[in-house]
């Protein structure tokens, strides 16, 4: 089957344990699928579900999250606040029509390098399974959203 | 007008290799607001830096964006560029080229294209940077040393020399470590006790230093500079005021066979005991899990025989707080325990010991007085073997690391039962020899050499025992991996390295990394190894990875240099990513509703409600205010503010947005 | 418990014995057997060093079989099947282009539902306490129990607690009152399918077996693989021509134990199948008659 598509996709992850773990994935010379743009974030507490909304808006076809494992925040207790409001928010986010298979959320370490490669890789395949994003558009064409 | 200066870096070739250096610097020179985009060998070299600083200064550039490796790397030296240009070093941001795109991805258009993307969301982002000042707060000039081994001695004592206050809190009773237990140490077999215990004399007399023993780290709150530690000291039952070290307590306790963990359970200690006889402090506490008074209520014979009445049953574990500025981790290690090779019969054959219990075997304190006697029935062996990489290096064990001490202290073991028993034969299976180290090759050369140890290359793949002996099927790989079987009367295992009991959750109580093994992570393992990722948080010894004294001393020197450096400041900078709520003109004078919620949701107590008011006093309206001294910038609250009044500095929402519009335009 | 049962071909052959008490004991655990149908050899020890390819396919029809006739889990008795089935089991369940070419080869659909369960998998299933209630020390017998290699190995197909010291068989033998002693060849190599082509080579290695066993006062050797079973009994006359010397101990399945544990009957059990004489036996001499139907499927 011949699948062209490539998915664009944004991750929104944590200085200290995802960006870093994205780093040791560098310096291990893991190699991993072109899709993925990371942007950086103090901590996966500041990152407002509102920008995964945006995302989507933009014509995302797919968002990774992730941060700290439980209890190893640098921070205390964001990645918690976080893992919190992803609950009400995938909810929502499923009320809405979106496919929650687009959104990968997950806790990989600064020692994960191989795990980081790894969710990019599956979260690509996923997705391109899935084909382009296109329930947020429609959503906002019809006024829903 | 947005003037930004884009510096695209190729690292040499690591990441010009994959990505068109030059095609990106093309690309971006044409985005709006780029007025300056070049590409250049080496930014972080001299000439790539003045590369940056005459930009600046010629193209009056608003703002930078260095593409090169990861921020974590390099990000405080590019900002140092800019700040000598005079431009405010918070509009500086980088682009991760190397580790999050060349280093990961194959050269083609879809890993450049990835990088111009990456440079260009951090080109919108950087349009929106505002300029920050550094925050000033003061230092308390008090260190906290976790760990009273042979590293927290010497960071302790390092930094007391440098005449500022340490504070050192050991779990166990006495300081002294894993290095107390050892005999002797390679490569010049002195006696281990005799170098060690003048220092932890030295620990007890040092006016600069306050000694906790039996006590831990409970919490650790604030920021570097300016910690808070909570420490438990556990009840000891005994007032130490008044205690003289007589020992008559420990003679009366009727029970005398708890299984000594100084001696590694081949000796026996009392239920009030000191753990061994050169402790520091030389005084007893009671093990009230094993005490018949704490079990039954009865028995009392340590404080009716006391002379100095200093038997206190009724003492409770007391909670100090004590403000820290900075912290040194030296927690040490521990070995696997014994469960994880049955295939060895470790636990079920006594004459097949760990390495630390046959270091208390050949130690002149030991239970033994230093003679090499079996554990089952107290004869000498006349025939020992030595299993290098016991768990070590066995992907199949889940521990696929060297734990580095091993290959030595079995040439030593070998060596000094060579020399206690002339008539013995010593044999030591290994995998490889790894002793790189000033003068240990020569040292397990001699063991071959001189000791005539005999040295089989191969693994054991079983120890069991046949006739009251312990048969040892190995291989030697060397001879074809022709089987051997040798019939030993004990065999000692050279059992892995790990991480100490409570390593993880200290970790997290610390807010520091750990790797997969539970050793505390440094902050780069070549460029800062005795920093954590955490400001002020230093590392020494082998709760960072497995590793023999001198390293560890070494180590331990080099946290204390970096805590006294800290400490010849008079007040610290911190970088100003922290949390603000918006202000703005009357009537509003914010957008903030004053609803709180982030009050609830920060973790430093950094949020306050401030009331404003008329110039009568009349209550206007009430909104959060951040205290800049305790925020730490995690932004948590700013995901929860519902009317979008707080914001982040250096990650604000306008910021944030920018980089995602960008993205996916 | 209802669990499908893929025999192979040692079950009907060599070690019919094997089959036989697992069928006699099975109703007395609550173990109701039901043999899969339709099912092809396993390829044990010439496929896989011959076709990589066809190795994973024949286990991979057989998995596709209990799959169609809707069976969660199978029991797999043999040692050699076992391991043939747990490998294929993974190596289908991590790569997907494999998987897309052995279900065409084997023209059946194939996703991997069925779990592959060994036999002291089972038995420590089956043997509850309740069970155990009913046979109070009913096999006073000092016993070696002999692992071999393919229910521990490799540790990535096979999750066994611990590979080089399993103490599953063990187990098994104190609840049913038997006291098995610590030994050192409990995972040892038996020669396996050097059987036919190097006799000497088994004759030496099951001799260090036998040998061990018998100089810790074992009276029996417990197994619960055929070709161990094979091994150490059908070639007792190579073992003592290689090695000189006579042994007397006799090998017993592990099912076949417990049989005579639950005082069923030695002919029931296959115990006059073996090489060498079976001197052990269970406590209970009472000859209890249980019929059952999968009792008539064995002839």
């Keep these: ?145 | ?665 | 418990m209802k669990i499908g049962l893929y025999p192979g071909c040692s079950l009907e052959g060599s070690s019919r014995e094997y089959a036989e008490s697992l069928r006699a004991i099975a109703p007395h655990l609550g173990l109701e057997l039901e043999e899969i149908e339709g099912w092809n050899c396993c390829g044990a020890s010439s496929a896989h060093q011959l076709d990589h390819t066809l190795s994973l396919a024949l286990p991979a029809r057989i998995l596709a079989q209990a799959e169609k006739q809707k069976f969660p889990e199978l029991l797999v008795p043999c040692a050699a099947c076992y391991n043939r089935l747990a490998s294929t089991k993974k190596d289908l369940a991590n790569d997907a282009s494999t998987r897309d070419k052995v279900t065409d080869l084997i023209n059946m659909p194939y996703t991997g539902v069925t779990s592959v369960q060994n036999i002291l998998e089972v038995l420590n299933l089956v043997l509850t306490p309740d069970v155990q209630k009913k046979i109070p020390a009913a096999f006073p017998h000092k016993v070696v129990c002999y692992y071999g290699c393919l229910l521990v190995r490799p540790a990535s197909v096979v999750h066994a607690e611990k590979m080089e010291d399993p103490m599953q068989m063990d187990d098994l033998m104190k609840r049913i009152g038997a006291t098995p002693l610590d030994w050192g060849m409990k995972t040892e190599c038996c020669g396996a399918s050097l059987s036919i082509t190097r006799t000497d080579i088994v004759g030496k290695l099951c001799g260090n077996i036998l040998e061990d066993a018998t100089m810790r006062g074992a009276e029996a050797i417990i197994v619960a693989c055929p070709m161990c079973h094979s091994n150490l009994d059908m070639r007792r006359k190579e073992i003592e021509r290689v090695t000189g010397k006579k042994f007397s101990i006799p090998i017993v399945y592990i099912t076949q134990a417990i049989g005579m544990a639950l005082g069923l009957d030695a002919k029931s059990l296959g115990l006059h199948r073996h090489f060498v004489e079976v001197s052990v036996h269970g406590k209970n001499k009472v000859q209890q008659n249980v019929s059952s139907p999968s009792m008539a499927a064995v002839s």
Excluded at chain 1, 62 to 91: E, L, M
Excluded at chain 1, 125 to 140: A, K, V
Excluded at chain 2, 8 to 27: L, P
């Design chain 2, 1 to 665: 007008m947005s003037r930004i200066g884009v510096f695209i870096c190729h690292c040499g070739e690591n990441i010009s290799a994959t990505v068109d250096c030059e095609k990106v610097a093309k690309t971006l020179a044409s985005m709006p607001g780029v007025a300056h985009s070049v590409d250049y060998k080496y930014m972080c070299s001299d000439p790539g830096q003045s590369l940056i600083r005459s930009a600046i200064k010629e193209k009056k550039l608003t703002g930078v964006v260095v593409a090169a490796c990861s921020p974590r790397m390099h990000e405080p030296t590019f900002r140092k560029a800019c700040a000598e240009a005079r431009l405010n070093p918070f509009l500086c941001e980088m682009a991760n080229l190397r580790e999050h795109c060349s280093w990961v991805h194959a050269k083609g258009d879809a890993t450049t294209d990835k990088a111009i993307d990456l440079v260009s969301m951090l080109v919108e982002k950087v349009k929106r940077n505002k300029p920050l000042f550094p925050i000033k707060v003061p230092v308390t000039k008090t260190a906290l040393v976790i760990g009273g081994g042979i590293a927290g001695i010497q960071a302790a004592l390092d930094i007391a020399n440098a005449g500022q206050k340490v504070v050192l809190v050991e779990r166990e009773p006495s300081i002294g470590g894993h290095m107390s237990q050892l005999s002797e140490t390679f490569p010049t077999l002195d006696c281990s006790q005799c170098i060690l215990t003048p220092r932890m004399v030295e620990v007890a007399q040092n006016p600069n230093i306050t000694l906790y023993t039996y006590a831990e780290v409970e919490s650790l709150s604030g920021f570097i500079g300016n910690f808070t530690a909570r420490i438990r000291k556990k009840a000891k039952s005994v007032d130490e005021k008044l205690c003289t070290g007589c020992g008559e307590c420990a003679t009366a306790c009727p029970i005398k066979k708890i299984p000594s963990e100084f001696n590694t359970g081949l000796g026996m200690r009392g239920a009030i005991y000191v753990p061994f006889p050169q402790a520091v402090p030389n005084k007893p506490v009671i093990d009230r899990s094993r005490c018949t008074y704490f079990k039954s209520g009865k028995c009392k014979f340590c404080a009716s025989k006391c002379p100095a009445q200093a038997i206190r049953f009724d003492q409770q574990d007391e909670i100090i707080e004590i403000p820290i500025g900075s912290v040194v981790v030296t927690t040490g290690f521990n070995i696997k325990e014994t469960s994880f090779f049955p295939e060895y019969g470790y636990g079920k054959y006594k004459d097949v010991v760990t390495g630390l219990q046959f270091e208390r075997l050949l130690s002149a304190s030991g239970p033994t007085l230093g003679e090499v006697k079996r554990p089952s029935d107290g004869t000498v062996p006349k025939k020992i073997v030595f299993v290098a990489c016991t768990g070590s290096r066995d992907p199949a064990k889940g521990i696929e690391y060297c734990s580095k001490i091993c290959c030595m202290y079995t040439a030593k073991h070998a060596m000094l039962y060579k020399h206690k028993v002339h008539d013995g034969d010593a044999y030591v299976f290994y995998m490889d020899i790894r002793a790189a180290g000033k003068g240990y090759d020569e040292f397990f050369r001699r063991a071959i050499e001189e000791d005539h140890v005999n040295y089989i290359r191969g693994r054991i793949s079983r120890i069991y025992e046949r006739n009251g002996k312990l048969i040892v099927r190995g291989a030697d790989t060397l001879l074809g991996a022709q089987q051997v079987e040798i019939e030993a009367d004990m065999v000692v295992l050279a059992t892995a390295a790990v991480a100490n009991d409570g390593a993880e959750s200290l970790a997290q109580k610390l807010h520091v990394s750990y790797d997969a093994h539970h050793f505390f992570a440094e902050a780069h393992p070549k460029l800062r190894p005795v920093e954590t990722n955490t400001a002020g948080i230093f590392l020494a010894g082998a709760c960072q990875s497995p590793k023999d004294i001198p390293e560890t001393v070494s180590q331990a020197s080099a946290a204390a240099s970096k805590v006294i450096g800290l400490f010849s400041n008079a007040e610290l900078t911190r970088e100003p990513i922290i949390a603000v709520v918006n202000r703005t003109a009357p009537p509003l004078f914010s957008t903030c509703v004053g609803c709180f919620m982030c009050q609830s949701a920060c973790p430093y107590h950094a949020i306050e409600q401030e009331e404003i008011k008329t110039r009568e006093g009349k209550l206007i309206k009430m909104v959060a205010k951040v205290n800049p001294g305790l925020c730490q910038g995690c932004g948590t609250c700013v995901a929860f503010c519902r009317s979008k009044s707080i914001d982040l500095q250096g990650y604000s929402n306008e910021q944030v947005y920018a980089e995602v519009m960008e993205l996916l335009s």
């Design chain 1, 1 to 145: 089957m011949e699948n062209n598509f490539e998915p664009k996709i944004v991750a929104f992850v944590c200085n200290w344990c995802t960006y870093a773990g994205a780093d040791l994935t560098g310096t291990s010379r893991i190699k991993y699928a072109t899709n993925v743009r990371i942007i950086r974030f103090p901590c996966t507490g500041r990152i407002d579900y509102n920008l995964l909304l945006k995302a989507f808006a933009q014509g995302a076809d797919g968002v990774i999250v992730s941060g700290c494992h439980p209890n190893d925040c640098h921070y205390t207790s964001g990645n918690f606040h976080a893992r919190r409001r992803w609950i009400v928010f995938k909810q929502m986010m499923e009320y809405m029509g979106i496919d929650m298979r687009r959104v990968k959320f997950s806790w990989v370490s600064a020692a994960e390098g191989a795990k980081w490669a790894d969710i990019v890789n599956t979260t690509v395949n996923e997705i391109r399974e899935l084909g382009p994003s296109q329930e947020y558009l429609e959503m906002s064409r019809q006024g829903v959203a």
